[in-house]
């Protein structure tokens, strides 16, 4: 059966995600090291994991079985994941892959390098919106029907 992994620092789109997972009858772990309010949600399970870095992206990488699907912006988590059998999907419903995770990591690099040559650039995370939210839904609901349809044949 398929599960859904949700590395849940920071994460905006919790409730779309219970929200199509209860549709689907899908088992989601919101792993955090605390801080996540519990869901009345029986299919819902907070996962809470030691402090420190990388223990959340850890316990996802080590439990995670091939077809399992896990929400993440962590692009280095992500190709773990894809390297194991599993799916990626980002917050704004950016589906991660064996063919895309090479550049998505190269850009990573690339952005960090930047940042770290000019200590006085300034940051601009641009806000989570309506558009993201709804393109998440969209895309998980597919990612999730394919990855059905994966495991059916």
Known sequence: MVQIFVDADACPV???IE?????HSLAVFIVSNGGIRP???ELVKIIVVAAGPDEADKYIADTLSPGDIVVTADIPLAARIIENGGSVIKHNGEV??????GNSLAMRDLMTELRSSDPFA???HKQFSKSDRSQFLNSFEQLI???FKNKNT
């Open 39 to 41: 869901s009345q949600n």
């Open 19 to 23: 929200q199509v997972a209860t549709r």
């Open 96 to 101: 991660l892959t064996e063919k895309t995770i």
């Open 145 to 147: 029907q394919q990855t």
């Open 122 to 124: 300034k940051q601009s």
């Open 14 to 16: 919790k409730a779309e």
